[in-house]
């Protein structure tokens, strides 16, 4: 994710320092900042997410924030809260979720923190399962299950999740065997509190089985069901992977895409579709006996220096304030050969790359987070997108198309490339399209057919009226996929316009509601945001001037865009039902620039 601007030959050198100077200073990072601030004694409090920015830039109040040590305190602190009748919401150490997921309603509301939650409380060898409190990180179950010679196979790639957080969004990895990719396919039992009535003591914690219908419900819950306090997840004996990286031409991706993910177990694609390359994962499981001890730790997944940033960030705003594709293109044509070179993070014993295939333990190859290691070092390094200095910002959008129709969407996307070529470097700068496979799920607001998950990551301006170069083109593509292709959002990332009616796309979002309003009949853990989502409520996109550049609509009269820069609503160029911000008179706008 990391994004390097760098014009010219620039760009070369410069990310080659940041890799010296992350493996010099590897050690020192400066942890993520808590999402949660108080003025005083937990309460009077704020919450933004990992970002620093929610998707309409604004900031969520809270009465108070609670931290539970353990489920009986949890379960007395949603009960006073259930008794007041206050609001309340789930939050986590990191929040990592880009809409406002994990703000509770108004201002009064109540922050229950699962910071304090994070306990492997068993694992058993013999069952091949383990049960954890929902504040751990992806992190520890990792790591842990490895101590026991278990892995969760298919799992996000970033270790600062929480179990609670990735099971409310339904994150997931890239798999299309088994159950697929998702974590909440491991699910065999949880465990969560919700409200309760007065007879009850105002809350009650629910014990959910693999028999129980309602599990499909609370696997994937947007937090509106109560709050988790632990899951209990089914594991494989440890193995070990085999991982090459392929790159190859984009001509056939469409194809390529339908049969890749059934032939390798691990199987992902990241897309240069500028570059008109794909580079695939072939990745396998294979005997534990085979020799490596191979290692991923993705680069920009690492303490990242924060000078180094800057420049980056810099560079790529004079690029966008100047229009200048090109530099953005020499830049990811850098970026991208200078990550092939240094195998993006993967080492075949711990230290050096010596050439694939890479072949290491699972625990050791499936996700990684460096940047989140605490040791205060006065913000040499920190994660790249950490707000507090000046370092990547970007919009996030994340849908998956299905299978059936994923290769015309493949093709959609090419030939928009086809009419403007340089158009999407900036996502080459944040390393690419990421294409992930994810399986139909029994649960209710999980995927409903086989498909690939797409994430794009691009430039967002600080400025919310300035328009992104190629503007237009990512709004195609976004619109293309989810209104011409029917995709379903990523329900922890995206831009507001991407939850348009999404919920009508799951034929067993009735059955969703039917258990948020046995658990929480008075909508205690929903707020405007979650009932926009779930179609409860209107008003899930914001219309005023720009918003479209924002993702907080869809444009459908030129000051949603941006005409006194000369961006200005018009239709999509394939997808002509598409409403997007286009550039006109460009030279007499270039002229005038100079
Ligand atoms: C660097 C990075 C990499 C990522 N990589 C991936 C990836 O590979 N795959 C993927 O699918 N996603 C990925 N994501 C997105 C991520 O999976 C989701 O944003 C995830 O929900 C965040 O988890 P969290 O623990 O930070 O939860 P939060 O964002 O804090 O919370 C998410 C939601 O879950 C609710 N919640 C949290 N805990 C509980 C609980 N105990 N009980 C009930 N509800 C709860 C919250 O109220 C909120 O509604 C990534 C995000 C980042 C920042
Ligand atoms: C903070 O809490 C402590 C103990 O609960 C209490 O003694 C103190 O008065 C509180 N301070 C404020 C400013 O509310
Ligand atoms: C809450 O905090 C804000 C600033 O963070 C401050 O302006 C306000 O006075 C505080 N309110 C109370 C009741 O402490
Ligand atoms: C419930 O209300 C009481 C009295 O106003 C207050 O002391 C307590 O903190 C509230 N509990 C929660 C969880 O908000
Ligand atoms: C929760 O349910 C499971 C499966 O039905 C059962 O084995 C377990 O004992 C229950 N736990 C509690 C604390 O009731
Ligand atoms: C892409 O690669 C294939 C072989 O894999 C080749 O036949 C084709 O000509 C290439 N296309 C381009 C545009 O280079
Ligand atoms: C690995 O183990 C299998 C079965 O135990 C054996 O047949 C094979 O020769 C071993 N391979 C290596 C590389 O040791």
Known sequence: MTMLGGSKGMSQNLFKSILVF????????????????????????????????FPDRSTCQAAQVLFPNTEEELVSMVASAARNKSKMKAATRFSHSIPKL??????????????????????????????????????????????????????????????????????????????????????????????????????????????DEDLNAAKVSLGVLGVISQVTLKLEPLFKRSLTYVTKNDSDLGDQ???????????????????RKAMYRIDDRVPTNTSGDGRYEFIPFRPTLSAELAVVRTTEDIQEATKDANGKCLGAIALTGTLAAAAYGLTNNGILFTGYPVIGFSNHMQSSGTCLDSSKDAFITV????????????????????????????????????????????????NGILMRYVKASSAYLGKTEDAIDFDMTYYRSKDPLDPRLFEDIYEEIEQMGLFKYGGLPHWGKNRNLVFVEAINKYPHADKFLRVKQEYDPQGLF???????????????????????LEGLCICSEDRHCAPSKGYFCRAGRIYKEARVCTRREEESYLRAEL
């Open 526 to 548: 929903s707020s405007e945001w979650t009932d926009q989502v779930l179609g409860l409520k209107q008003g899930i996109t914001i219309v005023k001037d720009g918003c479209a």
């Open 257 to 275: 895409a339908l049969t890749f993910g059934h032939q390798h177990e691990f199987a992902d694609i990241t897309w240069f579709p500028s570059q």
């Open 22 to 53: 992350t493996f010099l200073y590897g050690v020192l990072s400066n942890p993520p900042e808590d999402p949660i601030q108080c003025s005083s004694n937990s309460t009077n409090c704020t919450i933004t997410n990992s970002y620093g920015m």
């Open 383 to 430: 994660c790249p997108w950490d707000s507090r200095i000046k370092g990547t910002f970007f919009h996030q959008t994340a849908f998956s198309v299905g299978l059936s129709v994923v290769k015309n969407f493949i093709e959609d996307v090419q030939k928009l490339v086809d009419l403007e070529p340089k158009s999407l470097c900036a996502i080459e700068l944040n």
């Open 102 to 211: 994990v703000c509770p309603e108004g201002e009064d509301g109540v922050l229950i923190s699962t910071k304090n939650l994070k306990t492997i409380l068993r694992i058993d060898v013999e069952a091949r399962t383990m049960t954890v409190e929902s504040g751990a990180t992806l992190r520890q179950v990792i790591s842990e299950a490895a101590r026991f010679e278990l892995a969760l196979p298919y799992t996000p790639y970033w270790w600062g999740l929480t179990i609670g957080g990735l099971l409310g969004t339904g994150a997931h990895g890239s798999s299309l065997w088994g159950k697929g990719s998702a974590v909440h396919e491991r699910v065999v039992g949880l465990r969560i509190v919700t409200p309760a009535g007065s007879e009850e003591g105002y809350a009650k914690v629910r014990n959910l089985s693999e028999s």
